[in-house]
Nanobody
């Protein structure tokens, strides 16, 4: 299973970016998908996550500015980021909880390699 992020870049404060993360490979199903971020010198933190049913959770500091969504048919999760602030600058990672086959109920966590988001003031 491979997760590939795209959509990062440099944007001015107040601007918007849309991140995408597509899962590829052979697997049975994906339950939760999420976005994390890690700024220099800081721990990785959860930004937003979404279940297969569409339930969402957000980091308090991004609620109302960021929106997570997913296209189950495309095995893709998105993060729409509006009203960006310099403190949103970080490497953004997606992850997915994957069930590899229908006979095995175990789930595995996969991570993408990350995409840089830089917000200038």
């Amino acid at each position: 299973v491979r997760l590939e992020e795209s959509g990062g870049g440099l944007v001015q404060a107040g601007g918007s970016l849309r991140l995408s993360c597509a899962a590829s490979g052979t697997f049975f199903s994906i339950s939760a998908m999420g976005w994390y971020r890690q700024a220099p010198g800081k721990q990785r933190e959860l930004v937003a996550k979404i279940t297969s049913g569409g339930s969402t959770n957000y980091l308090d500091s991004v609620r109302g500015r960021f929106t997570i969504s997913r296209d189950n048919a495309k095995n893709t999760v998105y993060l729409q980021m509006n009203s960006l602030k310099p403190e949103d600058t970080a490497v953004y990672f997606c992850n997915a909880v994957v069930r590899r086959n229908g006979l095995d109920p175990r789930e595995y966590l996969y991570w993408g390699q990350g995409t840089q988001v830089t917000v200038s003031s």
